[in-house]
């Protein structure tokens, strides 16, 4: 119980993070050489690598906040992320895998929410000195198609 509570407040750390536009403090979430990827799960099952975006440790993170806020040109939008069914499917003392489904509305120019993307988190989440971390993130995706300019962090 005590293992499920931490990797969920880490979870939710992580979303309220991206939902809040915090999105300096998401790398934080991540070991240094951490991994983060989206992907279609159409690729995933087929073991394509090609997906939507790839972060490969912290400064590449970093580098792709730094982009947000002074590269990109995209419309005011902000998320909201729905996550349940947290599942454990494998863990050591150090390592723990763990699963879990998203829903992330969208909100554009503060009109009406609409669904943006579901799919599912496949992580290997760490103990660091600092507590838990995702040593892999992995979104999976069930859209057909994203219909905008992915920029955030899902």
Same mark, same amino acid.
């Given at each position: 119980? /005590?293992?499920?509570?931490?990797?969920?407040?880490? %979870?939710?750390?992580?979303? +309220? +993070?991206?939902?809040?536009? !915090?999105?300096?403090?998401?790398?934080?979430?991540?070991?240094? &050489?951490?991994?983060?990827?989206?992907?279609?799960?159409?690729?995933?099952? %087929?073991?394509?690598?090609?997906?939507?975006? $790839?972060?490969?440790?912290?400064?590449?993170?970093? &580098?792709?906040?730094?982009?947000?806020?002074?590269?990109?040109?995209? $419309?005011? $939008? #902000?998320?909201? $992320?729905?996550?349940?069914?947290?599942?454990?499917?494998? %863990?050591?003392?150090?390592?723990? =895998? #763990?699963?879990?489904?998203?829903? *992330?509305?969208?909100? =554009?120019?503060?009109?009406?929410?609409? =669904?943006?993307?579901?799919?599912?988190?496949?992580?290997?989440?760490?103990?660091? &000195? +600092?507590?838990?971390?995702? /040593?892999? /993130? !992995?979104?999976?995706?069930?859209?057909? !198609?994203? &219909?905008?300019?992915?920029?955030?962090? *899902?």
């Amino acid at each position: 119980m /005590k293992l499920h509570f931490e990797l969920t407040e880490l %979870q939710t750390g992580y979303i +309220a +993070a991206i939902d809040d536009e !915090r999105f300096e403090d998401w790398p934080n979430f991540f070991t240094p &050489d951490g991994n983060y990827e989206i992907i279609p799960r159409e690729n995933f099952v %087929q073991g394509l690598p090609a997906g939507l975006m $790839h972060c490969f440790g912290q400064t590449m993170m970093r &580098d792709r906040v730094v982009s947000m806020r002074e590269a990109n040109v995209y $419309h005011a $939008h #902000t998320y909201r $992320h729905f996550v349940s069914g947290l599942e454990i499917l494998s %863990q050591t003392a150090d390592e723990v =895998v #763990t699963r879990s489904n998203y829903l *992330v509305m969208r909100t =554009v120019n503060e009109l009406n929410a609409d =669904v943006f993307q579901v799919g599912r988190y496949e992580d290997i989440v760490v103990r660091t &000195d +600092a507590g838990w971390r995702y /040593k892999s /993130k !992995r979104a999976i995706y069930e859209n057909a !198609r994203v &219909d905008t300019l992915l920029v955030i962090p *899902v």
